[in-house]
């Protein structure tokens, strides 16, 4: 039953947000609420903003990565300091901002958009894996990084990727995991405490 207090456009902007990641109910209606008292241009700007972030932005045609419509391939793609025989493989574009604000690695990506999830549907064919094992087999790619993410999904799609990828002979390596920076031990679990055991190095 409708709400007869909720005049139709405040209820529906209350519903869009909701279907955001991360918004419920109430934070949608604070939002919602929130661009109503604000200034008369906020909302309008937004969505302006919406309607560009579809125009003017595009999936990379090689990684799969966002980036600018006018700019295809991306310029991490396009850019020939970059080191074509490393691939990082990553679950999702933020993924990417992440390793690339560390400054520590300088080879190129591959987006999957997602991980294999049989309990959401989501299956190999729902995801960049195709692209990937095609471009194994034309760029000359020493070594792929698997990155995704450490749960569950995350090395279920490592292992998938592993097995596509076996008979090409690349070399495949999955990033170290272990102790956060500043982090006490009697706060580890055990899972963590045992790469970290696993993942441990000679000290220079």
Known sequence: MPDLATPRAVQRLIDEFSR??????K???RLTYFLLRGDGQQPLDLAAALAELK??????AVCFNITDAQ???CLICADPARNTGVMCVVEEPLDVLAIERTGGFKGRYHVLHGAL????GVGPE????????TRVRAEPIREIILATNVSLEG?????????QLAPLGVRLTRLARGLPVGGDLEYADETTLVRALEG?????
């Open 126 to 133: 729902d995801l960049k894996i195709r692209e990937l094992v």
């Open 117 to 120: 999830s049989p309990v959401e």
């Open 155 to 163: 090395e279920a799609t490592a292992m998938y990727i592993q097995k």
């Open 71 to 73: 700019a295809d391939p």
């Open 20 to 25: 955001l990641p991360g918004i419920g109910p």
């Open 27 to 29: 934070s949608a209606s």
């Open 200 to 204: 441990r190095s000679e000290m220079l």
């Open 55 to 60: 125009e003017q932005t595009r999936f990379c």
